[in-house]
């Protein structure tokens, strides 16, 4: 495949679509909390805040948000990092059409994850089914999680994280009230080194 087409990902529905890599699996399918699944596998997991500001959504993200073209979204970016290596790589979007009262948090969480303060725990928001995709080298979610993993400075080493490698991603839609909020979530190969360390492991299903 060449051109455009590279900077945009099939999502499925199934995780075997993806051909990940097996002990990658149960990262991609659970479907908890990613924050309480990490902190669960590391001894310190920090939230890093990226960024967040007024962005235009992905090409592959504007039909999943219900829009015909990619639209005017809030954008957050972090980094998950467990023992401070950067393990995952967070981009969030809240179309502008939803207002403070659909996510009266969004704006105000800082460095504080999604996952513990809104997602799960909040009995007005509804989850979708998780979306799966591999994405390409060229695909824009994976440039910017290589940029971020570049920029993260001690904890980051530069060997395990090719040029050239795919990187494997999930995505889940939640709603509250009227407002949408899509996560997806890019996995770097260092959460595969954590799989290892049983003995920190405090509540794996
Ligand atoms: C969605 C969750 O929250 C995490 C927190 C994020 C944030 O605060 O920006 C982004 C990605 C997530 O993995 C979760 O814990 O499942």
New binding site residues.
């Given amino acids: 495949m060449r051109g455009p087409s590279l900077r945009l990902a099939r999502w499925h529905n199934h995780a075997n679509a993806v051909g990940a890599p097996p002990a990658l699996r149960h990262w991609l399918t659970d479907t908890g ?4 699944k990490l902190s669960a596998h590391s001894a310190a997991f920090r ?1 890093q805040r990226l960024h967040q500001y007024p962005a235009t959504c992905l090409a592959d993200e504007a039909a999943a948000l219900g829009l015909a073209r990619p639209g005017r979204v809030q954008e ?1 970016e ?1 980094l ?1 990092r467990c023992d401070n290596t950067p393990v ?1 790589f ?1 981009h ?1 979007v809240v179309p502008v059409s939803a207002t403070a009262a659909d996510w009266p948090l969004f704006g105000a ?1 800082g460095e504080r ?4 303060t809104v ?1 799960f725990s909040d009995p007005l928001v509804a989850r979708s089914d998780l979306q799966f995709a591999r994405l390409q080298p060229s695909h824009p979610l994976a440039q910017r999680a290589r940029r971020a993993w570049a920029g993260a400075g001690a904890g980051a080493t530069q060997d395990d994280l090719s040029e050239q490698a795919v990187l494997f991603a999930r995505r889940r839609l939640y709603r509250r009230r009227h407002g949408l909020l899509l ?1 997806t ?1 890019v996995f770097f190969p260092s959460v595969l080194a954590l799989a290892q360390a049983g003995h920190l492991i405090k509540n794996d299903e």
């Fill in positions: 909390s990613l924050t309480v939230l957050r972090v998950l995952v967070g969030s969480l994850p999604l996952g513990t997602l996560v979530e």
